[in-house]
């Protein structure tokens, strides 16, 4: 079984930083490209970054240069540093990875339980 937690969100200021981190456990075979997304409420869940295995990263255009994504492959977890937060930030963040489960060696889209990130005055 694979599963991926996720650290708790919190409530920052406009301007202020986060960091939301997320670890899979399990039987695990290997870890493909890990991502986060976030949803608000009313809205569609956005995909906010990823990053592939070799270190290749895309992000939405909206939290460029603002954002940072990394991974451990060592310790097989996702980081997302969150600086000049602004209130639009504000939504639920989950971690996704696509996983090869080691047991049965299928790959499977495998999400965290979701963090609620608040950007507040």
């Known amino acids: 079984q694979v599963q991926l937690v996720q650290s708790e969100g919190g409530l920052a200021q406009p301007g202020g930083s986060l960091r939301l981190s997320c670890a899979a456990s399990g039987t695990i075979a290997a870890i493909y490209t890990m991502a986060w997304y976030r949803q608000s409420p009313g809205k569609q869940r956005e995909l906010v970054a990823n990053?592939?295995?070799?270190?290749?990263?895309n992000y939405v255009d909206s939290v460029k240069g603002r954002f940072t994504i990394s991974r451990d492959d060592d310790r097989n977890r996702l980081y997302l540093q969150m600086n000049s937060l602004r209130s639009e930030d504000t939504a639920v963040y989950y971690c996704?990875?696509?996983?090869?489960?080691?047991?049965?060696?299928?790959?499977?889209?495998?999400w965290g339980q979701g963090t609620q990130v608040t950007i507040s005055s």
């Open positions: 990053i592939a295995p070799g270190g290749i990263i």
């Open positions: 996704n990875a696509d996983i090869r489960e080691r047991l049965t060696m299928r790959t499977g889209v495998y």
